[in-house]
């Protein structure tokens, strides 16, 4: 086969994509990652023996986290950045080797070629390398947790917020991965992952609460304004924080895209005038609600489907985001900020987005905020008014079955409260369903970035009702997952001792049926079902 990917939910018939990505990346371009990986994999090794000689770069773990950023799904398919990251890598790798005198016999560690032969190279070294079934989905398992967790880390990061707990943990569990362990072994590393993965999002939660303020709750408008506007998509709140700046008394409007939803609530941002409202709905329909926004478009991170020419001369990428052909704005230099204003001076000759749709939504549930109404919450729990907590968070995607979450929306209870962070919210986060004494049945907690409120909430109740174990708490899951993110958060979870997890629309491609047997037995992770059917067992607490 020409490829090989199967790290996302949409795996082709459910097994993995192996000639094009569902994604919209080709062939070429999965083997640059491959290779990528690859050759970070090797870094990883010769890092690690460096912090062992007490002679380690300090550097490597945040350069891993955002080359691993870049491989996630929907995040770059600009096959020339590839290459540069590969050869940053290969420079990387070889520096480090000879600042400490490091020999091995490891390809993974000594392999140089020249940019003519990436593709080839790549193309030996995906995942399908390694015959065993087990062993390969176990490193994935890992790999896709770093993966996630690197974007947090990395979202962190551009804050000026960084752990080196958890670039040590990258670099040792990437490391890790070329090495012949136990299963055993390989499974302790992977709830490790989940372990530093809380400590990953808790970062990122600090960074962006205390650059930001903590969301509060907020009244998004979903109309549109006569001035012409840009649009801003993707989860960097820094990029947002910076546009909002030099767009500020220009006549142009800002407006935010899916994942950046959730910005609305931070205190920060409420400053603007100009910061209109949110235009659209998830990143799956970004090609319709691109094409009819008539303004400039700034993609920050991943979600990046394949562009329409609609739109491709109206499209930015920033950060690890790209798209070839497609205009990419540079990083910020030390101390410094993007530079914008090739995308404000188009904005100012584009008509005003079409207008999609009207009203407002309710958002900025972040733990702040829930734990300012905690008595209130409480009590409600208390007295029976709120009977059971339903944590649908995760992300949304384009397959059908996905309507199976705006049906357990509408089939829950009254007396049921939805927690939900990630874009899977789209699927029925303008539905009216009302509230509970005033306590809306929909909490939105922000972005997928934002998932650690969730576990936050449940951790705080379990104290507040002081319960031994998080699972005897009135919370089930009803997790949609798409891509890596939601990998960690998975494993975060794990890792907290959540059990009884449902995860949709189906199970990840990349579980061989042993590892998913282990993961069902230890932790009852289960596929959904019907959505009546899930409602009835979530409500009898199964």
Request: charged letters at 20%; proline letters at 3%.
């Amino acid at each position: 086969m020409s490829m090989f990917c199967f790290q996302c939910e949409e795996a082709s018939k459910g097994s993995g994509c192996n000639t094009v990505g569902i994604c919209g990346k080709n062939q070429e371009t999965a083997q640059l990652q491959d290779l990528l990986v690859y050759l970070l994999k090797g870094l990883a090794v010769v890092a690690e023996e460096a912090d062992k000689r007490h002679q380690g770069d300090a550097t490597v773990g945040a350069f891993i986290a955002q080359a691993l950023f870049a491989t996630i799904t929907n995040a770059n398919f600009d096959d020339a950045r590839f290459e540069q990251l590969i050869q940053a890598t290969i420079t990387r790798r070889g520096a480090l080797k000879a600042a400490i005198g490091y020999s091995s016999d490891l390809d993974v560690v000594n392999w140089t070629g020249a940019p003519s032969e990436y593709i080839a190279k790549g193309a030996t070294v995906g995942v399908l390398s390694q015959l065993n079934e087990d062993v390969r989905s176990l490193r994935e398992l890992l790999v896709y947790g770093l993966k996630g967790m690197a974007a947090y880390a990395d979202h962190a990061a551009v804050l000026g917020f960084r752990n080196a707990e958890i670039d040590d943990f990258i670099v040792t569990a990437l490391a890790s991965t070329t090495r012949e362990l136990s299963v055993d072994e390989m499974v302790a590393l992977v709830l490790k992952c989940g372990e530093v993965g809380v400590t990953a999002m808790a970062l990122l939660d600090d960074a962006n609460t205390t650059t930001y303020g903590n969301p509060e709750i907020t009244k998004v408008n979903l109309g549109v304004r006569q001035n012409p506007g840009i649009l801003i998509s993707g989860h960097d709140l820094k990029d947002l924080d910076e546009l909002l700046k030099q767009t500020d008394g220009t006549g142009v409007d800002v407006y935010t895209h899916s994942e950046m939803l959730p910005a609305h609530s931070y205190p920060a941002f409420k400053t603007y005038p100009h910061f209109v409202g949110n235009y659209g709905n998830a990143w799956w329909q970004q090609d319709k609600e691109f094409a009819s926004f008539n303004g400039p478009i700034l993609m920050t991170t991943n979600c990046i489907t394949p562009v329409k020419d609609a739109y491709r001369d109206r499209l930015y990428t920033t950060g690890m985001a790209g798209w070839p052909g497609v205009r990419h704005i540079a990083d910020r230099s030390a101390g410094g900020a993007k530079d914008f204003s090739a995308i404000i001076a188009q904005a100012k000759t584009c008509k005003p987005p079409v207008e999609i749709e009207q009203g407002e939504i309710v958002g900025g549930f972040a733990h702040a905020q829930v734990m300012a109404l905690a008595d209130k919450v409480v009590d409600a729990v208390k007295s029976g008014a709120i009977k059971r907590f339903v944590v649908m968070g995760g992300c949304d995607g384009r397959h059908k079955e996905r309507s199976y979450y705006a049906d357990v929306a509408t089939a829950l209870p009254q007396d049921t409260v939805i927690l939900t962070a990630g874009c899977a919210k789209y699927r029925f986060n303008k539905l009216d369903l009302g509230d509970i004494g005033g306590i809306p049945r929909v909490l939105d907690a922000g972005q997928c970035n934002d998932s650690y409120s969730l576990a936050f909430i449940a951790l705080k109740l379990k104290a507040v009702f002081g319960l031994d174990d998080i699972n005897a708490l009135p919370i089930s899951y009803d997790i949609a997952w798409y891509e890596q993110k939601a990998v960690i958060v998975l494993l975060a979870l794990l890792h907290l001792g959540v059990k009884h997890i449902r995860l949709g629309p189906t199970l990840p491609a990349f579980l061989s049926p042993n590892v998913a047997k282990v993961l069902i037995e230890k932790f009852d992770i289960k596929p959904i079902g019907g959505a009546q059917e899930d409602v009835t067992a979530m409500l009898a607490a199964a």
